[in-house]
């Protein structure tokens, strides 16, 4: 199976002032990251908040340029494609589907505008493909024209989708687009991800921080530490058996809802993994239990 996004070892520092005279320092965000995608696979990017896992989307849909490395898409470096060629290939889905949506366009109009930015093809074709896929994403016909505040949260994440697949583009980049959604509504999302995945043939790099959401769409995991990616694998036997101890700081982390059963412990090895010497700032919370001073 070829690779159709490869990541090699991009690296991305934010620059932040302490104060008006001082020099800026800089901050890692990402750190000599790499990773493969095939064509057709579902790759899931998973880690607590500040691990890096947004900025490695907003680097692969060059929202941000990396420091150091390069990305690849289809073969072609990502900084050559002219933004035509890069919107053809790749799209995004948001977080939050009513802050992603322009509240004073019809939803007619906000599927249809990646198309008629491209240009290339007649009005009457256009809203033909956009009430095709209105339909595709389960959108029922009399929303057509209405507007994103009149329609609910997962609605308008299907609206998201809909304008996504308009270009018919070969990666999704979803940055964590069921957490904003009641648990009823993310299976439903989920289950129409996995119907747009066979029927269009797309491929999907999946962030999130939900192992059940990922346990259930991912094909391969990639693990995201302080910037890093620390871990690599298949979804079941990354389950079964992780082998990094951030991995299985992770996994022991998940609350069952289970009556009578105490919150989980954070393991020894991922304790004596980090050190207790570092700034506070650089350590997830939950592994500063155990520290003395």
């Known amino acids: 199976m070829t690779s159709l996004l490869e990541v090699n070892n991009i690296s991305l520092a934010f620059r932040q002032r302490t104060g008006f005279f001082s020099p800026p320092q800089l901050i890692p965000a990402v750190k000599s990251v790499s990773m493969q995608v095939r064509e057709g696979e579902v790759m899931a990017i998973v880690g607590e908040s500040g691990s890096g896992k947004s900025t490695l989307a907003k680097l692969v849909l060059r929202l941000l340029m990396p420091d150091t490395g390069s990305i690849t898409i289809d073969g072609r470096p990502s900084s050559t494609l002219s933004p035509r060629d890069f919107a053809n290939l790749v799209q995004p889905v948001f977080q939050d589907p009513y802050s992603s949506l322009n509240p004073k366009r019809t939803?007619?109009?906000?599927?249809?505008?990646?198309?008629?930015?491209?240009?290339g093809v007649s009005a009457k074709e256009c809203q033909d493909r956009a009430r095709e896929l209105f339909g595709r994403v389960g959108l029922p016909m009399r929303l057509f024209h209405t507007y994103p505040n009149q329609i609910s949260g997962g609605q308008r994440q299907r609206v998201a989708i809909a304008r996504a697949l308009m270009l018919r583009p070969k990666l999704l980049v979803c940055d964590e687009p069921t957490s904003a959604l009641d648990v009823s509504v993310q299976a439903q999302i989920l289950?129409?991800?996995?119907?747009?995945?066979?029927?269009?043939?797309?491929?999907?790099?999946?962030i999130s921080h939900n192992l059940a959401v990922v346990e259930r769409i991912a094909d391969r995991i990639a693990v995201m530490y302080r910037g890093e990616i620390v871990e690599q694998g298949e979804t079941a036997p990354f389950f079964a058996a992780p082998r990094h101890p951030y991995s299985r700081m992770l996994l022991s982390s998940v609350l069952i809802p289970i009556a009578g059963r105490p919150l989980p412990l954070v393991s020894r090895d991922f304790e004596t993994s980090v050190s207790c010497e570092s700034p506070?700032?650089?350590?997830?919370?939950v592994a500063t239990r155990g520290c003395r001073p």
């Open 280 to 285: 506070a700032t650089e350590r997830p919370i």
């Open 191 to 206: 289950k129409l991800f996995e119907e747009l995945k066979q029927s269009f043939g797309l491929t999907y790099l999946f």
């Open 107 to 119: 939803l007619a109009d906000i599927i249809q505008m990646p198309l008629i930015v491209r240009g």
